[in-house]
């Protein structure tokens, strides 16, 4: 503990100076105040002492001590007033920094490369970083309750060393074995924690998806709701048990430490004791030493209590940080080059990528061109590698060989940032954002009040005559189980998606099943939008439908991660290989 201490306090001091410089000296002056403030008050309880303890009337007793009696009144009073200024500027503190810590954590999820997100144990190790986030709305609380409690400890220890040297190292024997506890106790509650984390982060998984309303019908309907509940029961009970497990740990370790530090407590009250039994300090002076005592044991308590607590902390800013370095060493490490539109081509050079901790490559070996005004479509059965392609189009993954380059530069050595502003994408799973319908289809753009582009968008995808029956418009919340908001069809929010992507007016336009919920008009629309379209931008279809291929001027046709066909629709019918297969089995029904 005595070595994370310092370390944790520098960086949780760093952290507050850089959200409230004002608030941290505010703060720091505080904890300064309560330490000069207890030095105070135990020299003038000790001036008071002599006259109060010593002969003559009652009154004139009390005349003599009563200077330092009021000292002692406006020390405590000082006291208690930078305490509640302390609690103050922490309050000041810490929602600003947990807000930045969260938001850190955040950015670095969202900037991570793609592919991080299939590395083993990446989302563990999220999930506890979450904690370190949690753990920071304490953090302030006990690094500044330490710091007082350090401060009285040194003035009342240097208070009672004066009065009595042999006093300070006994209490110090008296607190240290409930220190030691304190830390094993925190090294026990951390591993048990790390244990859980799995568990806990597939329990609160089950849980979003068992009580959503997204759900809701399913699970009523499909009488899901015994065996979620007995899937959720026991995952918390196998948390429970790694809990209760360590129990009988934590407390031997708290009887040891308890009995430890008694025994030692006992030897202290007994010095003292004898000291003022055999005349070896006066009795004024044995009066002050109790106060003294008694002060400074509770100062070591609350060093140990919180200096523990800062302990524990430390254990899950740690976590945090290792994580924030991973993700950082995990962000895009590309080139710097300017990717600027129009794009004229897009070329795939043997390109191969594995997922991490798979056997096959999801692509394997795919050459391509494509070229500005062209439609290509890609189609192939569930697993074929067709969205992996998408991916590896776009840039999200860069392929482990081969390459990607837009108008002749590999993807790798491009700024990221440029090619995804000049990309539209509508995947198979796209978000339904609980954001009103403007935002949803302009989100990832330039704020805009000109609604003339978005009602373009809306009118592309045939969406206007369900945005005019919404109660506020596009000024309407889409999420039902917010107050105020609404809920869409499953159809009408993937027109939503494929609004989003023509808002863009991307140099590449891929569309991956954008109208598996649709109805038929709706699909016919969407397919003569893109069409319409197509001069000005490299458009990519995917679909399981192939009769909507005929709009495409090339097609594919993926097996196991290769293109096993390509031409144009009507050879391709004809040509007796797997697109014709999969056409006859469509139309077989």
Known sequence: MCAQIPRVLGRIGRLCRRTDPRAVRLLVGCQVVTGVSAAVLLAATARAMGPLLGGGAVA?????????????????????????????????????LTTATDTTLVEAVCRVEASAYAVDGFSDRQEAAEMGVVRTQVMIGDAQRLLSALIRMVTAGGVLSVLDPLMLPLLLLAVLPAGAGAVLTARVDYEIHYANIADRNIRSMMRWWATTPRCGDEVRANSMTDYLVFWYRTLSQRCDRRTLAAAPRTLRISLFSALVSGVFLVVAWGALAWLAASGRIELAVAATAVVAVQTTLAALSQVVVNGAAVFHTSLYLGDMQAFLDDAAARAPRRGGHVLTAPVEEIRVEEAVYRYPGKERPAVDGVSLTLRRGEILAVVGANGSGKSTLTRLLTGIHLPDKGRVTWNGTDLAGTDPATVWTNTGLVPQIFAQWPLRVRENITLGQPRTHDDGPVWEAVDA???????????????????????????????????????????????????????????PRGEHRIFERIKAIAADRITVVVTHRLENTRIADHIVVMEHGRITEQGRYDDLVHAGGTFAELLALSQDR
């Open 60 to 96: 004139d007793r009390l005349r003599g001590a009563l200077p330092a009696l009021l000292v002692v009144a406006l020390a405590a009073a000082l006291t208690r007033v930078s305490g509640a200024v302390a609690v103050y500027a922490e309050r000041r503190i810490t929602p600003v």
């Open 461 to 519: 995808v045939g969406l206007r005559e369900a945005v005019d029956d919404l109660p506020a418009g596009l000024d309407t919340l889409l999420a039902r189980d917010t107050f105020g908001g609404t809920e869409l069809s499953g159809g009408q929010w993937q027109r939503v998606a494929c609004s989003r992507a023509l808002y863009r007016r991307p140099a590449l336009l891929i569309l991956d099943e954008p109208t598996s919920q649709m109805d």
